[in-house]
């Protein structure tokens, strides 16, 4: 068949099929595992006028923003991936932990190990400098 015995496409037809708009979930699972990642690079920064020393300050990572975020991740992955037995039996594990940062770490194996078991996460060898 050739090109030129195609229907020509008017803008009312390629509007019938033109979705309104369009989520690109590889990227914007990306993003979510990108930010999760780089929630311990914020800092918070405490200071504390003490009387007759002066002032004290303390540096430490802000671990409710990591929270939020592996929940967040969590709720974009299984959005387009149903769970499995062994990503369900992780969340019950992480459901026992008390410590919260905790809890979040182990949802965030969980989560990766779901995507690398369903072929999501794909790994690139070393680059060898010798083949350049």
């Known amino acids: 068949m050739s090109r030129s015995?195609?229907?020509?496409?008017?803008?009312?037809?390629?509007?019938?099929?033109?979705?309104?708009?369009?989520?690109?979930?590889?990227?914007?699972?990306?993003?979510?595992?990108?930010?999760?990642?780089n929630s311990f690079s914020m800092q918070e920064m405490q200071t504390m006028p003490i009387p007759g020393v002066g002032l004290t300050s303390s540096t430490k990572v802000p671990i409710d923003i990591f929270i939020e975020r592996v929940s967040i991740l969590q709720d974009t992955v299984l959005a387009i991936q149903k769970p499995d037995n062994f990503y369900t039996d992780a969340i019950k594990t992480a459901s026992k932990e008390k410590n919260g940062?905790?809890?979040?770490?182990?949802?965030?194996?969980?989560?990766?190990?779901?995507?690398?078991?369903?072929?999501?996460?794909?790994?690139?060898?070393?680059?060898?400098?010798?083949?350049?």
């Open 5 to 37: 015995t195609l229907p020509t496409p008017t803008f009312q037809s390629g509007e019938a099929y033109t979705p309104r708009f369009e989520l690109w979930m590889n990227g914007i699972i990306w993003q979510a595992i990108y930010n999760v990642v």
């Open 101 to 132: 940062g905790e809890k979040a770490h182990e949802i965030y194996r969980a989560i990766l190990a779901l995507l690398h078991r369903n072929g999501h996460l794909r790994f690139k060898p070393p680059r060898d400098f010798a083949d350049d």
